[in-house]
């Protein structure tokens, strides 16, 4: 048993909703196994207010929740990165940095609720969607025995959890 704390960072284009969704989540669900950061290849600058609510109403502490750029992970004082997961199509087909320490990746697609269209209470659930796909994923990920499996068959393991969709981790 290893008692190795891992690094995750969830990257999405504006860091405002989907990544910061999964820090959290992974902050929760990880907890003393796994550190989780976020940050965006064109950060907006601001966190979406209805990520805000969405953590709050999940009792969840916001204070974590900044939009940074991703740079902040490449400079000499970043943390070393284990594991890197893209959570948007855009972030994922973007020219990314060079991790130090060479971090395994994967990419999570979610769709965006910041980009979602219609009433309040639709683009609300549109943010609940996309936390529980991501609630899903991570609640694998956290489950897998990470110190007794090889990186090849890791590798596959997380490409695959970014093929499951919300249903198929609720099983």
């Known amino acids: 048993m290893t008692d190795k704390i891992y690094n995750v960072l969830f990257l999405c284009t504006g860091n405002s909703a989907r990544s910061i969704l999964a820090e959290a989540i992974m902050n929760r669900a990880g907890q003393g ?6 940050a965006g290849s064109q950060p907006k600058g601001e966190v979406h207010p209805y990520t805000l609510d969405l953590l ?13 750029d991703w740079d902040e992970f490449t400079k000499p004082d970043a943390p070393e990165l284990d594991f890197v997961f893209t ?10 940095p060079v991790w130090p320490g060479q971090p395994m990746t994967a990419h999570w697609g979610v769709p965006d609720p910041a980009a ?3 009433t309040e209470a639709e683009k609300h659930l549109a943010f609940a969607d996309a936390y529980r796909m991501l609630n899903s994923r991570i609640s694998i990920f956290v489950s897998l025995p990470l110190a007794s499996i090889d990186r090849l068959a ?9 093929q499951t969709s919300d249903m198929d981790g609720a099983a």
């Not at 959570?87 to 973007?94: F, G, K």
């Not at 890791?154 to 970014?162: F, S, Y």
Request: include cysteine.
């Open 33 to 38: 196994r796994f550190k989780a950061y976020s």
């Open 56 to 68: 709050r109403q999940t009792n969840f502490d916001t204070s974590f929740a900044r939009s940074k």
């Open 87 to 96: 959570v948007c199509d855009n972030a994922a087909n973007e020219s990314c």
């Open 116 to 118: 979602a269209e219609g």
């Open 154 to 162: 890791l590798q596959k393991r997380l490409d695959a959890i970014g």
